[in-house]
């Protein structure tokens, strides 16, 4: 079993940035491949970002690709969202996921999840 925890929301204006960080416990993130999911109100969840066991690979999805970027680090046991150039579209919850092998945009195929933590972005 792994413990995730999504910190770094909050409010911000458009065009701003925010540092989304997901951290284990308990387990490190060493083995494990992680993706961002956001769920906005009266939405639904919808793939974000995902970065591979290694992190040599990444995966965007197209609304955000350019201004996102997806990283991890294994010391730390840390996975981060860098999320810049921000607009009132991106709001929403974000949760972090890990699975042991899987690294694609398809939610089920994630075995754990974080709480989420709101982002919210002002006009």
């Known amino acids: 079993q792994v413990q995730l925890e999504e910190s770094g929301g909050g409010l911000v204006q458009a065009g701003g940035s925010l540092r989304l960080s997901c951290a284990t416990s308990g387990r490190t993130f060493s083995s494990y491949a992680v993706g961002w999911f956001r769920q906005a109100p009266g939405k639904e969840r919808e793939f974000v970002a995902s970065?591979?066991?290694?992190?040599?690979?990444?995966a965007y999805a197209d609304s955000i690709k350019g201004r996102f970027t997806i990283s991890r680090d294994s010391a730390k046991n840390t996975v981060y969202l860098q999320m810049n150039s921000l607009n009132p579209e991106d709001t929403a919850v974000y949760y972090c996921?890990?699975?042991?092998?899987?690294?694609?945009?398809?939610?089920?195929?994630?075995?754990?999840w974080g709480q989420g933590t709101q982002v919210t972005v002002s006009s």
């Open positions: 970065i591979s066991r290694s992190g040599g690979n990444t």
């Open positions: 996921a890990a699975n042991r092998y899987y690294d694609g945009s398809s939610s089920s195929g994630y075995n754990y």
